[in-house]
């Protein structure tokens, strides 16, 4: 496998790896999975289409085939076989009777393949997520992250001294993004730093794959500025046996390499894998006076962790931290909040992540859908085992009475029952390894990248998921081999003799009840993602996303040389303006439809205020920028922040000129944040920054000389904004090389990344609902076809004494609907249930909104009354003299 | 093995004995090349995918039809295996030529073949 290979090649070659067994496969896999890529590469996507599941079907029976046969060769006896010979003759019998039906062997293993591949797909991430202990780490189980909200240094470093008994020590990590360019680089680009404390990797216990890690050395004054790098970018730049020792530039900072991580070790964090790390000391060489400093106990920004000393407990540990919070508290009154209320939280997974909280909701949707699948696949088979094994209680007792046992009868019908979980579990793992691929390949919202976690499909969860395939089947076959065994103790061709329902009936309605309720809760879910996508989409932002596009730079390059740097981002506007179809371009710190804010609290020229003063949204912003985001200036005048660099003006939104002005324009007013007095020049229309999810917030848009920040988005409007962005990265260059782009987007791009989830879960629960609907009403049908084909002679005798046709099809639709009903209404049940939760992690939906779970269940009570209704007809429909006559 | 009569090993089904045929004509092959010259030979009706194909290249090593062969010099990619055919192979190829030749020779055969359907 070559991670240049198209992802078919390289899902072949995982199946390929895991379901052949040896000595075959280690003879023979390389060279299938060669032939197949060659096959892959010889054809146009339609026949690609084919070639897969012509793959999928071989690679099945090649892994059974092999087997089964051994090591038998082509040229007469010899083969061995692993079972005795009755039970070959059974799988032979049992083969064949799926094969000669075709459509029911299909139903029934695809269901169980979906429902199948979605948990096994939903357990490989949620044990990554939340059982996986972080790798790398030497006794994880010890390890204690400290919850409170990111400290600053001077405080990790006061707890340090405390140096609390339970713990034997406590260290701290941050990710920061940095330009980094590796020795004889062609061009820097943005990664993640790891900024830690000395004693990181140490307290970790992270042994190097090269070289050594970073150490409380490190951390001297004077020590050299040293940089560990990550085993991922050690390979990229092709495994250099002499890499400690060599140089990287980091913001333009010259870091000496001391060695490389070990693989598999990406941080405590889940979504972020840091290419390099460098000690906290060194972080000023790197943010060139553009964060506070590190020593300064007003700058929260770190994360701290800890390791318990052997047989410390949890609660006596967290005790030792308030003590010594509260003597940190009094020492440094100005840190007295710093740890009020922390808490210990075992970190030996990622479970207590922010990153797996992002997740959880999808997890659950997912998890619950598909097990909801699962449950309606295995009812399906149950159904759909039993209707076989009543017809052909004749051919049972004809085996009976050829001298067949009862427990050959029932192992015929749990072999049936075991094909059809093989043949679901193996589908369902190529379907949960696609999965996995393309959940891999995506980003969601709040720095989400499942790709990033590094989750492959794993032996134990197939195994688990298998498990649980078996379980369900074993448990759907119970009742059609309890019939099968029934009917051969005598019973067989009963069904003919009179009125009612016959055997089996009852229980298939029961059944098909259950398909019912799976499917109206699933339709439900589908709608939920639906109505939420609908309402974020009629949501007014308050700018117009369409034809504006979104580009990241960051001016880490110019190190302290930040007015170059705006400088030059002024010239690649000017650039950007003289491109054709370019009607604005200005540039903001904080983007459209992006998470970051940045908060300052502020005073109001002539006003005090009683308690503290209050909080605003601050945007740095330069240019056009209204034009080019497309907010609406409602009163006043912008131009003065277009033009000068230093103007000393801001422009509020209409949120905060309602809340500070509610009775006057504040236009001319003046406002003083971080001791600069400003003038109010205009007030701008709301706009929901971060999305329809956000309400607009008070909020105040400025040049703010007086805090520079490296990183920038530019903000471009016109029907060309996509053309720019495919060229703007030439322009850069030619600009600045020191610039360096991060992101680019356009503004209907970035609308369809907030929507990624709801898509994601709308598209999936709309596949298991897709597929519940179809079990669901094929369940109906069947039952309603069969009983009515039971009870045909009884129609015959009714109508031909007279019985109108509609009354007899009428008594059909009524005794075949309660168990829809039932299943109806206790979907609709769950349904609603479904929502109130939904409610919760779902834009747009709220708690009380009855209409996706009623839309859901009306819905499937007409589909059902439809399919109960056509097999039903046909009952007023016989014709007496044909069935009698048949008799 | 070598040391049987090729002849009482026959009738080989159509399938090995093309994979042998392919083998003896064109050399030492990897499986997509196998496969493309079956299709070839057979005017397009013989298509194995790999598991199949795999499956019977194992059952013909182990019976000594064939052998695992090196990459021939100018292959550049490292992930094909070669197969080429063994003496043994040879020999039982060519008898299974002359048993079909002798078959296809039968006038009678040749009737049935001109009959429609």
Known sequence: MSPRDPLAVRLYGRAVAGLLPDPFRTRYATGMEAMFRDEWAARGPIARLALVVRAIADLWWTAVAERVRGQAGILGGGGTTMWGNGMTMDLRTSVRALRRAPLFTLT??????????????????????????????????????LSTGSLPYPVVQDLQGESPRSFTGIAAHRMRTVALELGGAVEARPVQAGVVTGNYFDLLGVAPARGRLLNPGDTLAGADLSAVLSHALWTEMGSPADVAGTDVRINGTAFRVVGVAPEGFTGLRLWTRPAVWIVVESWPAVSLGRTPDVHYRGWGWISAVARLAPGADLATATDEVRAASVRIGRAHPENDGNLKDVGLVPSRTRAADQGAAVLQPLLLALGGMSLLALFAAAANVANLLLARATR????????????????????????????????????????????????????????????????TPDVRIMLLGGAILVMVVAISALAPMLTAIRVSAGVAGSDRSGGGAPKGVRLRRVLAGVQVAVGVVLLAGTLLFGQSIVSALSVDLGFDPER??????????????????????????????????????????????????????????????????????????????????????IAGDASAIEGSLAAPVVVV?????????????????????????????????????????????????????????????????????????????????????????????????????????????????????????SLCLTGVYGVVAYGVAARLREFGVRLTLGAEPGRVAREVVRKNLAATLVGVAVGAGAAVALTRVAAAYLYGVGAGDGLAAGLAAASVLLMALGATWIPARRAGRVNPASVLAAE | MPARDPETVLPLKPKPFLILLVLEEEGPLH??????????????????????????????????????????????????????????????????ARRIASLASMRSVRNLARTDR
Not at chain 1, 124 to 145: N, T
Not at chain 1, 405 to 417: N, P, S, T
Not at chain 1, 418 to 436: H, Q
Request: proline share 6%; net charge negative; no cysteine.
């Open chain 1, 108 to 145: 029934a293993a695809m269901s169980l393949a979906l429902g199948f591949g979605g948990v096994a797909t939903v357990y490989a991430l949620a044990d990554h997520l939340l059982l996986d202990p972080i790798e790398g780490v030497e006794a994880p189980d010890q390890l204690v992250e």
């Open chain 1, 392 to 455: 052909r209680a004749r051919e049972l007792a004809m085996r009976i009475a050829l001298g067949a046992g009862r427990g050959q009868i029932a192992r015929l019908v749990a072999i049936e029952g075991g094909l059809l979980v093989a043949l679901g579990a193996v589908t369902g793992v190529v379907i949960s390894a696609v999965a996995l691929g393309l959940l891999a390949a995506l980003r969601l919202p709040g720095d989400v990248h499942i790709g990033a976690a590094g989750i």
């Open chain 1, 548 to 633: 504006m596009a979104v580009i990241g730079v960051d001016a880490s390059l110019f190190r302290d040389e930040q007015g170059e740097a705006v400088a030059a981002v002024d010239r690649l506007l000017q650039e950007i303006r003289e491109s054709p179809g370019i009607e604005a371009a200005a540039w903001s710190v904080v983007p459209p439809l992006s998470s970051g804010s940045d908060q300052e609290s502020f005073d109001i020229v002539g006003r005090a205020w009683p308690d503290r003063k209050p909080v605003v949204e601050v945007n740095a912003v330069g240019g056009d920028f209204f034009r080019a985001s497309g907010i609406p200036l």
């Open chain 1, 653 to 773: 939104n209409e949120s905060m000129a309602k809340r500070y002005w509610p009775d006057a324009s504040p236009v001319g007013a003046g406002i003083v944040i971080h001791d600069m007095t400003m003038q109010v020049v205009a007030v701008a229309a709301d706009a929901r920054f971060h999305g329809f999810g956000t309400d607009p917030e008070p909020t105040a848009y400025g040049v703010f000389p007086a805090f520079p920040t490296p990183s920038r988005s530019l903000v471009v409007r016109g029907p060309g904004a996509e053309r720019v962005l495919r060229s703007v990265r030439g322009m850069v260059r030619a600009v600045d090389p020191r610039l360096v782009v991060t992101d680019v987007a356009t503004g209907p791009r970035l609308v369809d990344f907030l929507l990624t989830p709801q898509r994601l879960g709308g598209t999936v629960s709309l596949m298991f609902a897709a597929l519940a609907l």
């Open chain 2, 31 to 96: 499986g997509y090349a196998i496969n493309k010259g079956m299709s070839d030979r057979s005017g397009g009706t013989v298509r194995m995918d790999p598991g199949g194909l795999y499956r019977l290249l194992a059952r013909l090593e182990r019976d000594g039809l064939l052998r695992r062969s090196a990459r021939p010099a100018d292959e550049t990619d490292d992930r094909r295996q070669y197969v080429e055919i063994t003496e043994w192979g040879r020999r039982v190829l060519r008898a299974e």
